[in-house]
T-cell receptor
Framework: DTAVSQTPKYLVTQMGNDKSIKCEQN?????MYWYKQDSKKFLKIMFS???????INETVPNRFSPKSPDKAHLNLHINSLELGDSAVYFC?????FGSGNTIYFGEGSWLTVV | DQQVKQNSPSLSVQEGRISILNCDYT??????FLWYKKYPAEGPTFLIS?????DKNEDGRFTVFLNKSAKHLSLHIVPSQPGDSAVYFC????????????FGEGTQLTVNP
Protein backbone atom coordinates (compact mmCIF):
# COMPACT_ATOMS: atom_id res chain seq x y z
CA ASP A 1 0.00 0.00 0.00
CA THR A 2 2.23 2.75 -1.34
CA ALA A 3 2.03 6.06 0.54
CA VAL A 4 3.40 8.29 -2.23
CA SER A 5 3.10 6.82 -5.70
CA GLN A 6 4.26 8.30 -8.95
CA THR A 7 3.94 7.17 -12.55
CA PRO A 8 5.59 6.37 -14.79
CA LYS A 9 8.65 4.98 -13.06
CA TYR A 10 10.68 5.00 -16.26
CA LEU A 11 10.23 7.31 -19.22
CA VAL A 12 12.37 7.61 -22.34
CA THR A 13 11.37 10.31 -24.77
CA GLN A 14 12.77 12.48 -27.53
CA MET A 15 13.82 16.08 -27.31
CA GLY A 16 11.02 18.50 -27.93
CA ASN A 17 8.28 16.23 -26.65
CA ASP A 18 5.86 17.10 -23.86
CA LYS A 19 5.45 14.64 -20.99
CA SER A 20 3.74 14.39 -17.64
CA ILE A 21 4.57 12.61 -14.41
CA LYS A 22 1.72 11.93 -12.04
CA CYS A 23 1.88 11.77 -8.26
CA GLU A 24 -0.63 10.72 -5.64
CA GLN A 25 -0.35 10.42 -1.89
CA ASN A 26 -2.73 8.57 0.42
CA UNK A 27 -1.30 9.88 3.68
CA UNK A 28 -3.80 12.69 4.07
CA UNK A 29 -1.00 15.26 3.84
CA UNK A 30 -1.71 18.81 2.75
CA UNK A 31 1.70 19.63 1.27
CA MET A 32 3.29 18.04 -1.78
CA TYR A 33 6.62 18.55 -3.50
CA TRP A 34 8.63 17.79 -6.59
CA TYR A 35 12.35 17.19 -6.17
CA LYS A 36 14.91 16.61 -8.91
CA GLN A 37 17.98 14.43 -8.55
CA ASP A 38 20.45 15.38 -11.23
CA SER A 39 23.49 13.57 -12.60
CA LYS A 40 25.58 14.75 -9.66
CA LYS A 41 23.09 13.04 -7.33
CA PHE A 42 21.98 16.26 -5.64
CA LEU A 43 18.35 16.31 -4.55
CA LYS A 44 16.91 19.76 -5.17
CA ILE A 45 13.43 21.04 -4.56
CA MET A 46 11.54 22.29 -7.59
CA PHE A 47 8.03 23.03 -6.35
CA SER A 48 5.89 22.79 -3.27
CA UNK A 49 2.11 22.99 -2.99
CA UNK A 50 0.15 23.47 0.22
CA UNK A 51 -3.58 22.83 -0.03
CA UNK A 52 -3.36 23.09 -3.83
CA UNK A 53 -1.60 26.44 -3.62
CA UNK A 54 1.91 26.94 -5.01
CA UNK A 55 4.22 28.03 -2.20
CA ILE A 56 7.70 27.17 -3.44
CA ASN A 57 8.95 27.65 -6.98
CA GLU A 58 12.70 27.28 -7.19
CA THR A 59 13.74 29.10 -10.36
CA VAL A 60 12.58 26.22 -12.49
CA PRO A 61 12.19 26.91 -16.25
CA ASN A 62 8.70 27.78 -17.38
CA ARG A 63 8.65 24.56 -19.37
CA PHE A 64 7.95 22.83 -16.06
CA SER A 65 4.39 23.32 -14.88
CA PRO A 66 3.06 21.61 -11.76
CA LYS A 67 -0.65 21.07 -11.38
CA SER A 68 -2.46 20.15 -8.20
CA PRO A 69 -6.10 19.19 -8.82
CA ASP A 70 -6.55 18.35 -5.15
CA LYS A 71 -4.48 17.91 -1.99
CA ALA A 72 -3.71 14.29 -2.80
CA HIS A 73 -2.31 14.88 -6.28
CA LEU A 74 0.54 16.90 -7.72
CA ASN A 75 1.37 16.30 -11.35
CA LEU A 76 4.40 17.60 -13.21
CA HIS A 77 4.09 18.56 -16.86
CA ILE A 78 7.20 19.28 -18.89
CA ASN A 79 7.04 20.99 -22.27
CA SER A 80 9.65 20.93 -25.01
CA LEU A 81 11.90 18.45 -23.25
CA GLU A 82 15.64 19.06 -23.41
CA LEU A 83 18.58 16.71 -22.90
CA GLY A 84 19.37 18.43 -19.61
CA ASP A 85 15.98 17.46 -18.23
CA SER A 86 17.19 13.88 -17.92
CA ALA A 87 17.10 13.15 -14.21
CA VAL A 88 15.19 11.32 -11.52
CA TYR A 89 12.14 13.23 -10.34
CA PHE A 90 10.82 12.51 -6.86
CA CYS A 91 7.40 13.43 -5.62
CA UNK A 92 7.00 13.89 -1.87
CA UNK A 93 4.46 14.92 0.72
CA UNK A 94 4.25 16.10 4.31
CA UNK A 95 1.69 17.42 6.73
CA UNK A 96 1.72 21.19 6.79
CA PHE A 97 4.67 23.43 7.25
CA GLY A 98 6.94 23.74 10.20
CA SER A 99 9.86 21.86 11.59
CA GLY A 100 9.49 18.28 12.65
CA ASN A 101 7.17 17.33 9.81
CA THR A 102 8.66 14.38 8.01
CA ILE A 103 8.69 14.43 4.23
CA TYR A 104 7.78 11.15 2.57
CA PHE A 105 9.11 10.45 -0.90
CA GLY A 106 7.81 8.44 -3.80
CA GLU A 107 10.00 5.91 -5.57
CA GLY A 108 11.08 8.31 -8.27
CA SER A 109 10.51 8.68 -12.01
CA TRP A 110 13.56 8.12 -14.21
CA LEU A 111 13.30 10.49 -17.16
CA THR A 112 15.70 10.06 -20.08
CA VAL A 113 15.58 12.54 -22.92
CA VAL A 114 17.29 11.37 -26.12
CA ASP B 1 26.73 27.24 -3.44
CA GLN B 2 26.26 23.90 -1.76
CA GLN B 3 25.02 24.64 1.74
CA VAL B 4 25.01 21.01 2.87
CA LYS B 5 28.04 18.88 2.09
CA GLN B 6 28.82 15.25 2.54
CA ASN B 7 32.47 15.04 1.66
CA SER B 8 32.72 11.26 1.63
CA PRO B 9 31.01 9.80 -1.41
CA SER B 10 31.44 6.29 -0.05
CA LEU B 11 32.15 4.39 3.14
CA SER B 12 32.79 0.69 3.65
CA VAL B 13 32.61 -1.02 7.05
CA GLN B 14 32.48 -4.53 8.41
CA GLU B 15 29.29 -5.98 9.79
CA GLY B 16 29.02 -5.39 13.51
CA ARG B 17 31.30 -2.36 13.49
CA ILE B 18 30.30 1.27 13.76
CA SER B 19 29.47 3.35 10.68
CA ILE B 20 30.00 7.09 10.97
CA LEU B 21 28.61 9.31 8.24
CA ASN B 22 29.50 12.98 8.30
CA CYS B 23 27.79 16.12 7.10
CA ASP B 24 28.82 19.77 7.15
CA TYR B 25 26.67 22.81 6.54
CA THR B 26 27.36 26.47 5.95
CA UNK B 27 24.02 28.14 6.59
CA UNK B 28 23.83 29.11 10.26
CA UNK B 29 20.07 29.63 9.88
CA UNK B 30 19.47 25.89 9.57
CA UNK B 31 17.66 24.75 12.69
CA UNK B 32 16.52 21.25 11.85
CA PHE B 33 18.50 18.38 10.40
CA LEU B 34 17.48 15.04 8.99
CA TRP B 35 19.04 11.89 7.64
CA TYR B 36 17.42 9.98 4.82
CA LYS B 37 18.32 6.53 3.57
CA LYS B 38 17.94 5.52 -0.06
CA TYR B 39 18.06 2.10 -1.65
CA PRO B 40 18.56 1.76 -5.43
CA ALA B 41 15.43 2.41 -7.49
CA GLU B 42 13.56 3.63 -4.42
CA GLY B 43 12.81 7.03 -2.96
CA PRO B 44 14.60 8.40 0.10
CA THR B 45 13.09 7.28 3.40
CA PHE B 46 13.30 9.26 6.61
CA LEU B 47 15.69 7.82 9.17
CA ILE B 48 16.28 10.20 12.04
CA SER B 49 16.29 13.92 12.76
CA UNK B 50 17.58 16.43 15.25
CA UNK B 51 16.59 19.93 16.23
CA UNK B 52 19.24 22.59 16.67
CA UNK B 53 18.35 22.86 20.35
CA UNK B 54 19.75 19.38 20.89
CA ASP B 55 23.16 17.89 20.35
CA LYS B 56 22.18 14.24 20.24
CA ASN B 57 19.22 12.14 19.22
CA GLU B 58 19.12 8.38 19.42
CA ASP B 59 16.79 5.84 17.85
CA GLY B 60 17.80 2.23 18.25
CA ARG B 61 21.03 1.59 16.37
CA PHE B 62 21.02 5.10 14.92
CA THR B 63 22.34 8.19 16.68
CA VAL B 64 22.73 11.65 15.23
CA PHE B 65 25.12 14.14 16.76
CA LEU B 66 25.02 17.87 16.12
CA ASN B 67 27.91 20.24 16.71
CA LYS B 68 26.52 23.68 15.99
CA SER B 69 29.73 25.57 16.58
CA ALA B 70 31.45 23.44 13.97
CA LYS B 71 28.35 23.31 11.74
CA HIS B 72 28.77 19.58 11.64
CA LEU B 73 26.53 16.61 12.18
CA SER B 74 27.15 12.93 12.04
CA LEU B 75 25.14 9.75 11.91
CA HIS B 76 26.37 6.76 13.85
CA ILE B 77 25.09 3.29 13.11
CA VAL B 78 26.07 0.61 15.57
CA PRO B 79 26.22 -2.26 15.07
CA SER B 80 26.21 -1.97 11.29
CA GLN B 81 24.29 -4.60 9.34
CA PRO B 82 24.46 -5.57 5.65
CA GLY B 83 20.90 -4.29 5.25
CA ASP B 84 22.15 -0.83 6.15
CA SER B 85 23.98 -0.69 2.82
CA ALA B 86 22.40 2.28 1.04
CA VAL B 87 22.97 5.91 0.15
CA TYR B 88 22.55 8.22 3.14
CA PHE B 89 21.51 11.81 2.58
CA CYS B 90 21.94 14.56 5.10
CA UNK B 91 19.32 17.33 4.88
CA UNK B 92 18.69 20.61 6.63
CA UNK B 93 16.03 23.26 6.77
CA UNK B 94 15.18 26.62 8.21
CA UNK B 95 11.90 26.57 10.11
CA UNK B 96 10.71 29.84 8.66
CA UNK B 97 11.14 28.43 5.16
CA UNK B 98 8.69 25.70 5.95
CA UNK B 99 9.52 22.21 4.80
CA UNK B 100 12.07 23.21 2.16
CA UNK B 101 14.91 20.72 2.59
CA UNK B 102 18.46 21.28 1.40
CA PHE B 103 20.18 17.97 0.76
CA GLY B 104 23.78 16.90 0.71
CA GLU B 105 25.05 14.80 -2.17
CA GLY B 106 24.83 11.55 -0.27
CA THR B 107 27.25 8.92 1.00
CA GLN B 108 27.14 5.34 -0.23
CA LEU B 109 27.49 3.05 2.78
CA THR B 110 28.49 -0.56 2.17
CA VAL B 111 28.40 -2.96 5.09
CA ASN B 112 30.35 -6.12 4.35
CA PRO B 113 29.30 -9.43 5.93
Amino acid sequence: DTAVSQTPKYLVTQMGNDKSIKCEQNLGHDTMYWYKQDSKKFLKIMFSYNNKELIINETVPNRFSPKSPDKAHLNLHINSLELGDSAVYFCASSQSFGSGNTIYFGEGSWLTVV
Amino acid sequence: DQQVKQNSPSLSVQEGRISILNCDYTNSMFDYFLWYKKYPAEGPTFLISISSIKDKNEDGRFTVFLNKSAKHLSLHIVPSQPGDSAVYFCAARVETSGSRLTFGEGTQLTVNP
